[in-house]
Structures are given as structure tokens and as C-alpha cells.
């Protein structure tokens, strides 16, 4: 845990403080973003952190000790450091510019290689290619994974990441974001992430604090920070479509209802009684290898009746009209809107699991909403 | 002048020819020696310190535009040094003083400042960093301020010799007093082979000594 108490920092011949008074507590095993127009002290912070910069006055305590009481050098080897411009040493290869905290340490030869090319590896890099290459020789993107790699070279507790991901181009940052997600469920370090993209922080924070002009005007889940914006600079700074912006939170599997009516392919000709029978609205079609292959709506039955022809074109039409258990909410009423349908199917692997609604989605927005 | 003229007073003098090659490498080898040890410290230093930095470099800079004659004459009547191998050296040196405390101080400061910030940030200690960052980066530049002085030494070392010095300047003096063509032809070149050889080998060095990273292009 990262506490902050009382954080002041003035820097001279300047009238306001990059950051005043500042409390801040970061929990353990967290990604807490800061996040905040240029200017607003968020990567002062950050660097106060490790001691890069020092407050001119109160305390930093990481697990209750006070920063100040160990050597700013053994502490930032304790501490992964990522920063924008990632500064990767030119003159050294990848494998060496991973291994340099490790060196630090005077772990043995051995080991730094092993835990080297195991970094390589987990970091989606190709192991042979890129161990002897010199940064120079590699992309922006996997610069900035290497940039990531170095930090967790020693799998320090703690990392700090300024704006990582703000130089490379809009494909990359979104793999980048993704794949430290999913590290982060692995390795549930406490991650402490400097950015000014909202989306970035909403994406990437389980816990965001919002900064203006040296002050935390709003620390909080994304959710309640989406859902309760504390007033207009936080409201402006989300933006006109904070609910949609929320819709991000969600996954498909958050709003999945049961599924009602299921038949085969071959069983399309009493769709309309089935689906009467079970009062459903939709009805879903299985192939004869028991994979989901289209859906049928009340509409579509009203519309087509005993036309069994008109109706298996529609439903299989209607054959990509699936998303995953994890698909964002974005994601699921893209598709609602390509097909121009109500519902879709649930999957969780190959196997049909349930139906979202575009009411469901809506009718689970508001609910959050009124929270 | 013909070739055998010049021929013939190659193997006449070949003594002197050496004693005076002699003198004048280690003439040249003691000032770069001297000059390494004093400024590239300072150039160092100086980088810490933009205030002093601009300071000394503008003296470097005064020093260097002295011409070598009037700095020789100079240092001469200056009781402690007069004529001969310490003032010889101590003019040297300070003339080395503005390629080599420039080049260390800009090879320094034109470090990514990014890099610098990542290793501190990583907990690399001040000392590593000068070490295995600063300096290797700061290399090509350095390098080339010291090509720069080892091949401006070897050529002022040849006017000491209106100070007394003995070496390969004095085939000039003499064989311009003398009207002595191949004295003064084989001052001129042996002096001339001397810097183009040494500044040979050093390009052979530097290729070596640049870290292969600043090398390799995608």
C-alpha cells in the first residue's frame, strides 16, 4: 500500500504548488491511475513516489514505512519504473537492457538469463530476434514492452508507469493496454499509472484520481467516478458522453438473460409455436453438430409466418450475431446495430450460454446509473 | 632539390632524424597524456554546473585563440617555466584544453536526457550511471575532440622549437634559416606522416570503442 500524507510540492519562483496538501492512499494490488490535464502535478506525484523528486513537505509511506528512511537508490531498485519516452540504454542490447536491476542486484549470471528470456517471452517478443537486437532496431510498440519488461525484470511490488503508453501509435497502445491487463491478473502488482486520456484511465484503473491544478478534486472506482462526477471540472473532463463512456465497464455476461427457446435447424417449422410456448422472444438455431448457427425473432416469425425459406435466410443472416461472455458493451451493440436486431447470443467458448437484449443493456445501464 | 639529394640526407642524418622523431612523440605523448588526465576530469565536472560550465569554456575558448608563436613567448618569460620542455608541455596542455573539455562536456550533456532518467529511475547509482551510460554514450563526440587535440599537439609541439625543443620543428626552422631544401622537406613530411598516422590508428580505435548499438541502423 502507497500512502501519501499531506503531499506538498512548491517549486521555486513559482506562486501556485504542483501539488497541495495531498492525501492519497493507493491499496495493494491495484492499478490506481492518476489522471488529469498537463499541469496538474499527476506526474509530480508519481516521481515522489520513488523519490525521483522529493516533496518539499510531507510524508510518502510505502507499507507504512517512510520512503525517506532507505537510500533513494535501493528504494527505486525496488520499484518498477516505466516512463513515456521509455529511455532504453541505445548502447545495450534488449537482453541487457532487461537485465540491468537484476545486474544491480548481483543476482547470478544464470538466473538473469533465465528470468531475461522469460520476460521476452511473456512480453510477446520473439525470443531469438530480439534478445541480441538493439533498441534501435526494434518498433515504438515493442520498445515501450521492453520498457515494461526492464521494470518487472526483479517482479518488484510496485510499479510506476508515466503516461506508458502516450508515444506509440493508437493500434499498439491498445495491445499494450490489453496485454498488461491481462498480466495484472496474473502478477496483481500495485501499479501506479500516470495519463491524461480519460479513456485510458477508465480502461486501464480499478481505482481513478482525478487531478486539477495540484489538487485531487475525485478519487474513486471508474465506475462511481463515471456514475457520481463530483462537479463540472470532473463532469468536463469525462466528457458529454460519460454514460456511454460507461458502457465500457460492462460485459456482456453483466446483463445476460437465460435463453428461452432453443431448437434445431431442422426443427424450424414450429418455431412460432415454441416460441409462444415458452414465452419467448427470440429463439436460437443449433446446427447438427449442436453449434449455435442464427437466431429467430417474434418479429421475424410475425413478418415471414410459414415461410420456412424466408425464415432460415434470416436467422442465418443472423449467424454472427454472438459475442463472448467478456465482450464489452461497446463491442455488443456494435453488432445490434450491424444486424439491426434486438437481441443477441451469449457464448462462452463455442457453447451458447444466454441472450443479451439491447433493453438488457439499456435497463442495466440505468440501474448502475441510479445507484 | 633532387630525390637523391633528399636521399642522401636521409641516411646521412638518419641519427639525428631519429633522436628528433624521438623527442618530439614523447613531446606529443606527455602533453596528450597530461591534457587526458586534467580536463576530461573537468569536463566531467563541468557538466554538472551550466554557470561554471559557460565560465571555463569561454577561458578554454580565449586560451585557444592565442597564437602558438606569442603563447611560446609568453611562457617564456615566465621564470618558472623559461625555455625548454615545461613550457613546451604547459602550452600544449592548455591548447588541448578547449577540444577535449568541450567535446567531454557536450559527448555528456548530449546524452537523452531520457535515458538518464530511466536508469536513475531503476536505482542505478550516480557513479554507474557516468560509467556505463554517459561515458560510452558520450563517446563519439569525446572521441572526436580527442582526435581533434592528438592531431593539433603533434602539429604546435613543432613550432617548440623556437623554445628549444629538439625535435622534427627544428628540420624546418634550421632548413628555412639554411636554405637547406631536404632538411626542411624532411621535417615538413615526417611531421606530417606522424599526424596522419596517428590520427589513423585513433579512427581504427574509435571504430572499436563507439558502443555497436549507436552503430547499428534498423
Known amino acids: 500500500m502507497i500512502e501519501l500524507e499531506q503531499i506538498t510540492k512548491q517549486y521555486p519562483g513559482q506562486a501556485m504548488p504542483a501539488v497541495d496538501k495531498l492525501y492519497l492512499s493507493i491499496p495493494k494490488g491495484e492499478i490506481c491511475v492518476l489522471v488529469g490535464p498537463s499541469g496538474c502535478g499527476k506526474s509530480t506525484i508519481l516521481r515522489m513516489i520513488n523519490r525521483m523528486i522529493e516533496p518539499t513537505s510531507g510524508v510518502v509511506k510505502i507499507n507504512g514505512q517512510d520512503v525517506t528512511s532507505t537510500n533513494p537508490d535501493q528504494l527505486r531498485m525496488g520499484i518498477g519504473y516505466v516512463i513515456q519516452q521509455i529511455g532504453l540504454l541505445p548502447h545495450r542490447t534488449i537482453a541487457e537492457n532487461i537485465a540491468i536491476v537484476p545486474r544491480l542486484y548481483k543476482w547470478p549470471k544464470e538466473k538473469i538469463k533465465q528470468r531475461v528470456d522469460e520476460l521476452i517471452v511473456m512480453m510477446g517478443l520473439d525470443l531469438e530476434k530480439t534478445r541480441g537486437k538493439y533498441p534501435s532496431q526494434l518498433s515504438g510498440g515493442q520498445m515501450q514492452r521492453v520498457g515494461v519488461a526492464r521494470a518487472m525484470a526483479v517482479d518488484p511490488p510496485i510499479m510506476l508507469m508515466d503516461e506508458p503508453f502516450g508515444a506509440v501509435d493508437p493500434i499498439a497502445r491498445t495491445h499494450l493496454q490489453d496485454e498488461l491487463l491481462r498480466l495484472q491478473k496474473e502478477i496483481k502488482k500495485t501499479i501506479v499509472f500516470v495519463t491524461h486520456d480519460i479513456n485510458e484511465a477508465i480502461k486501464m484503473g480499478d481505482r481513478i484520481a482525478i487531478f486539477n491544478a495540484g489538487q485531487l478534486v475525485q478519487f474513486g472506482t471508474p465506475e462511481e467516478i463515471l456514475t457520481n462526477p463530483i462537479n463540472e471540472f470532473v463532469e468536463d473532463f469525462i466528457g458529454r458522453d460519460r454514460v456511454v463512456k460507461k458502457l465500457n465497464l460492462y460485459l456482456a455476461e453483466d446483463a445476460m438473460q437465460p435463453i428461452k427457446c432453443l431448437l434445431r435447424e431442422d426443427e424450424l417449422q414450429n418455431v412460432a409455436q415454441k416460441m409462444k410456448d415458452a414465452g419467448a422472444e427470440v429463439a436460437f438455431l443449433v446446427n447438427e453438430t449442436g453449434k449455435a448457427s442464427g437466431q429467430i425473432s417474434a418479429g421475424d416469425v410475425a413478418e415471414f409466418g410459414m415461410d420456412i425459406e424466408g425464415l432460415r435466410k434470416r436467422a442465418r443472416r443472423r449467424s454472427n450475431a454472438f459475442v463472448q461472455t467478456t465482450t464489452p458493451f461497446p463491442d455488443a451493440l456494435s453488432l445490434l446495430l450491424e444486424y439491426d436486431a434486438d437481441y443477441l447470443g451469449v457464448l462462452k467458448g463455442e457453447e451458447l450460454c444466454g441472450v443479451l437484449s439491447f433493453q438488457g443493456i439499456r435497463k442495466h445501464v440505468y440501474r448502475k446509473e441510479g445507484e | ?218
Open chain 2, 1 to 218: 632539390m633532387t630525390l637523391t639529394d633528399f636521399v642522401n640526407f636521409l641516411v646521412k642524418n638518419s641519427k639525428t632524424i631519429m633522436e628528433y622523431s624521438e623527442n618530439h612523440f614523447t613531446l606529443v605523448l606527455l602533453a596528450v597524456g597530461i591534457s587526458l588526465l586534467i580536463w576530461v576530469p573537468v569536463g566531467l565536472l563541468l557538466t554538472k554546473s551550466d554557470k561554471w560550465a559557460a565560465r571555463v569554456l569561454a577561458l578554454a575558448n580565449t586560451i585557444f585563440c592565442i597564437p602558438s608563436l606569442s603563447m611560446f613567448a609568453i611562457l617564456v618569460t615566465i621564470p618558472m617555466f623559461g625555455l625548454g620542455r615545461k613550457s613546451a608541455l604547459l602550452a600544449l596542455v592548455l591548447y588541448a584544453m578547449m577540444p577535449l573539455i568541450r567535446s567531454v562536456y557536450d559527448g555528456v550533456k548530449n546524452v537523452d536526457r531520457n535515458v538518464i532518467e530511466a536508469a536513475r529511475g531503476m536505482g542505478m547509482s550516480t557513479k554507474r550511471i557516468l560509467v556505463e551510460i554517459l561515458v560510452p554514450l558520450g563517446m563519439p563526440i569525446i572521441f572526436a575532440g580527442f582526435r581533434i587535440t592528438v592531431v593539433m599537439t603533434t602539429g604546435i609541439a613543432a613550432i617548440a622549437t623556437y623554445i628549444g625543443e629538439r625535435n622534427l620543428g627544428r628540420f624546418i626552422q634550421e632548413g628555412l634559416v639554411r636554405s637547406n631544401t631536404p632538411m626542411m622537406v624532411t621535417g615538413a613530411l615526417i611531421i606530417s606522416i606522424i599526424a596522419i598516422g596517428l590520427d589513423t590508428i585513433l579512427g581504427m580505435i574509435e571504430k572499436r570503442i563507439v558502443p555497436k548499438g549507436l552503430r547499428v541502423s534498423r
